[in-house]
């Protein structure tokens, strides 16, 4: 079993026991957009992702950074659950449960996921535009974006929903005309 495997595995049960105590207290939504938040901070603040993971680190001291950073910034419930991470010592751990909690949330409330890279910030109207033609594409209740800027797209977008991939971007029909002139170049007549 891979790393990533057994690491998915282990976050599971963690993942599956906060959306049941946050579904037993109604306050599901709230610990979605909190999860989301420190999912965030973790991605932007490389030093406090290297602090939960050092194992030199006290669990006391961890637990006070916790206290200290989310205190009145998140729901009581997940600044429990982020302390019994790192009592349990799977603190190291969060950025896939995270993901695991996100996923079957977004499940159970039949939330599509769409991954949007694109050259440029989009509008409000964009963003509603493309929720509204994801949603007819999915049949599904809710489409949420996740979106990213990424400037070598030139022009255009990719979005990426499950294993599915549209890309419309210059930078990949560049690419596709190249591979098929390097086609039509091996091919001798």
């Known amino acids: 079993m891979s790393s990533q495997g057994f690491m998915s ?9 906060l ?22 901070i973790l991605k932007e603040s490389k030093e406090l992702k290297a602090f939960f993971y050092n194992p030199l680190i006290t669990i006391e001291v961890k637990k006070n950074v916790v206290n200290e950073l989310f205190n009145n910034q998140v729901h009581n419930l997940v600044i429990r659950f982020l302390l019994v991470l790192i009592d349990r010592r799977r603190i190291a751990l969060l950025d896939t449960i995270i993901s695991k909690y996100l996923e079957l ?33 999915t049949n599904s209740k809710t489409v949420k974006l ?9 022009a255009g977008f990719t ?3 499950g294993s599915k991939i549209i890309d419309t971007s210059l930078h990949g029909r560049l690419k596709h005309i190249s591979a098929y002139l390097n086609l039509a170049s091996n091919i001798s007549i």
Not at 26 to 37: G, T
Not at 121 to 134: E, G, P, W
Not at 146 to 154: F, H, K, Y
């Open 105 to 137: 949330v977004y499940e159970l409330q039949s939330t599509i996921v769409a991954e949007i890279l694109t050259p440029i910030v989009l509008t409000d109207v964009q963003q509603s535009a493309l929720i509204s033609k994801i949603r007819d594409i």
């Open 19 to 40: 959306i049941e105590s946050a579904s037993a207290a109604s306050v599901l939504d709230k610990v979605n957009e909190d999860l989301s938040l420190i999912s965030e």
């Open 9 to 17: 595995k282990v976050a599971m049960p963690y993942a599956e026991a």
């Open 146 to 154: 996740v979106i990213t800027i990424e400037p070598m797209l030139i």
């Open 159 to 161: 979005i990426k929903i």
